[in-house]
């Protein structure tokens, strides 16, 4: 079965082909970053016009680099929620209407099922059950992964997600957008242990986060000390050193709690390289085992909505007339699909 992936929940425009016989077969992604920068962050109406503009020359671009012809897509999978409404819809109509026209069942897609799967996409998956952190703009959670539809949400955040908190204190100290990015490569010339910031709600029983004290903490600090290039980059390096400890505790608790031995990171915030250098450091103290997707699947993509997609598609799932997207969707609320299409 060949699907057409199509991702638009945020500011990326992602497309992609994945094949059950040959895997993925090809995506591409169009980043807005260009676009919202001037904001300093995402403008939703102006990410769904871009949508419109981008999403169809990047399904025919695909279609050009990989030599799959229309007639060889078997069905489409698109991003349903969560995520910005205006934005899915532009995904999830281009999507239906494809797929009535050549005549193939189209499956909506759970954001964050699609990043809790990614790691599937690489020559060595992981085995089911396993622990996910997920670390993204806009989430912060632990699940466990028993198997497709199969999630126990851990913790989560209960305020900003780690990544709002990265482009939040980038923001504080004078850095472009997306902040993220730029926080950590400052973060890289800054000295350890001049300033030395909490690690939020690791004094206490839990896999919940909170990372809008540690934003305070970060703003009080930028505030009370000189406007110089080398303090600014020992405060990124302390809040990045913060983060990171806490997400890297939080995981461990959550390996303790489950009995699990296998951590997947997943999420935009995944591609930290802190936070993997950390995550790899622990294999060998905890003996466990941890599992990255490619950097360049951490960040929203249509790779991993093609996968998430193709799953539900060949067990028989497929959506009935009209279109319904979500901005908000528990992942809770999430069933399993019939049949255990892995294969």
């Known amino acids: 079965m060949m699907v057409l992936g ?5 500011d990326e425009t992602g497309v992609a082909l994945y094949d059950t016989d040959r895997g993925l077969v090809g995506h591409r992604v169009h980043s807005q ?11 939703p109406e102006l990410a769904s016009r871009d949508h419109v ?3 169809a020359p990047q399904v025919r671009t695909l279609l050009g680099e990989t030599g799959v012809p229309l007639k060889d897509i078997h069905g489409v999978a698109y991003t349903a929620g969560p995520g910005l409404v205006g934005a899915l819809l532009v995904g999830a109509a281009f999507g239906r209407s494809l797929a009535l026209a050549l005549k193939v069942p189209a499956v909506a897609v759970h954001h964050m099922e699609a990043h809790l799967l990614a790691p599937m996409l690489e020559a060595e998956p992981p085995a089911f059950p396993f622990v996910a952190l997920l670390v993204s ?9 028993e198997g497709v539809g199969r999630y126990r949400l851990l913790g ?4 900003d997600a780690a990544g709002e908190a990265f482009d939040k204190t980038a923001s504080l100290l004078g850095l472009s957008y997306p902040g993220g990015p730029a926080l950590a490569a400052l973060a890289a ?4 242990g001049r300033f030395r910031f909490p690690r939020p709600r690791t004094d206490r029983p839990g896999l919940d986060f ?14 009370d000390h000189p406007d110089d290039e080398q303090t600014r980059a020992d405060i990124a390096r302390a809040f990045e050193e913060a983060v990171v400890d806490t997400l890297v505790i939080k995981s461990l608790r959550a390996l303790d709690a489950t009995g699990i031995d296998t951590l997947v990171l997943s999420g935009g915030v995944g591609a930290n390289r802190r936070l993997r250098r950390r995550l790899s450091e ?3 103290e905890r003996a466990i085992k941890v599992c990255y997707p490619s950097v360049e699947l951490c960040t929203d993509n249509g790779a991993m909505v093609a996968y998430a997609g193709c799953v539900r598609l060949s067990a028989g799932q497929k959506e009935t007339p009209g279109i319904e997207v979500r901005a908000r969707w528990p992942l809770a609320e999430l069933a399993a699909p019939t049949a255990d299409a892995l294969g």
Do not use: W
């Not at 970053?33 to 403008?43: F, K, N, S, T």
């Not at 989560?156 to 305020?159: H, N, R, Y």
């Not at 010339?189 to 350890?192: A, I, M, R, V």
């Open 53 to 55: 503009a981008k999403l």
């Open 189 to 192: 010339k800054g000295n350890p």
């Open 282 to 284: 622990l294999e060998l």
């Open 6 to 10: 199509i991702e638009t929940s945020c």
């Open 137 to 145: 703009g806009g989430h912060t959670m632990l699940v466990a992964v």
């Open 210 to 223: 909170s990372f809008s004290g540690l934003k305070t903490f970060a703003l009080h600090t930028v505030r």
């Open 156 to 159: 989560e955040s209960l305020d």
């Open 33 to 43: 970053v260009a676009l919202h920068a001037q904001y300093g962050g995402v403008v």
